[in-house]
């Protein structure tokens, strides 16, 4: 009876022993996570304003035909700024306009899948993201992504109702161009982020 009282005794030693050492990982796997988020939310705004600048910059003085040029140059070149220290930083849609850089994978499809539907449900766009640590052939990785809402800029060249000229240079570029027709507030897009993670 003493034996049997002992090792229950034992066994729940061991079960609160091996509950609190899950806790520690979590807590610590947690504040990982909340460092990681805070610093793709960062890297995304620095991406975000440099984009938003220099299409703005080169509408404003060049107006959109120019302005579709600089555009699909300085997307990937300014997300190559930003994808440094293990970081990859770019952008991706459902509906493509170039379906040679930017086409997303199964999780950033089903990511984007999940913000429409949210969206349709009627979130802020604005605060839609993901967040989560997958595993890979290559070991853990962080996924990022944050829905890109079609603001009013987006239009000139993403909406319903593109000028004759806008639209002919956007086909003459992208013939199997599938980015246009969105209306104000639906998702245009989202910004993706992954970062290898050592263990
Ligand atoms: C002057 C025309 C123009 C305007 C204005 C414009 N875009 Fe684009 N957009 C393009 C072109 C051209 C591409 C293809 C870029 C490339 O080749 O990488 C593109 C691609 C994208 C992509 C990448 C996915 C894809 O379809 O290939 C996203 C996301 C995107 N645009 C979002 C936006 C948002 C959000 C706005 C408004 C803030 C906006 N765009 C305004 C022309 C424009």
């Known amino acids: 009876m003493k034996k049997l009282i002992l090792s229950a005794f034992t066994g729940l030693v061991i079960v609160a022993s091996a509950a609190q050492a899950g806790q520690a990982a979590g807590a610590a796997g947690d504040a990982q996570m909340a460092e990681l988020k805070k610093h793709a939310l960062a890297l995304i705004k620095g991406y975000a304003m440099n984009l938003k600048g220099t299409l703005k910059q080169a509408l404003k003085k060049d107006g959109p035909v120019s302005a579709i040029h600089v555009c699909n140059r300085k997307a990937e070149e300014i997300g190559r700024v930003f994808s440094v220290r293990g970081w990859t930083v770019g952008r991706t849609a459902l509906k493509l306009r170039n379906a040679m850089l930017d086409t997303p994978d199964e999780w950033e499809k089903a990511t984007m899948k999940m913000f429409e539907k949210k969206i349709a449900e009627g979130a802020d766009p604005k605060k839609l993201i993901r967040a989560e640590i997958v595993k890979t052939d290559n070991g853990r ?11 009013k800029p987006c239009l000139t060249c993403h909406g319903e109702n593109i000028k004759p000229e806008v639209r002919n240079a956007i086909e003459a570029s992208y013939p199997k161009d599938e980015a246009t027709g969105f209306k104000l507030g639906q998702l245009r897009g989202a910004f993706t982020l992954k970062k290898k993670l050592d263990n």
């Open 141 to 151: 990785m962080f996924r990022f992504m944050k829905a890109i809402p079609t603001g």
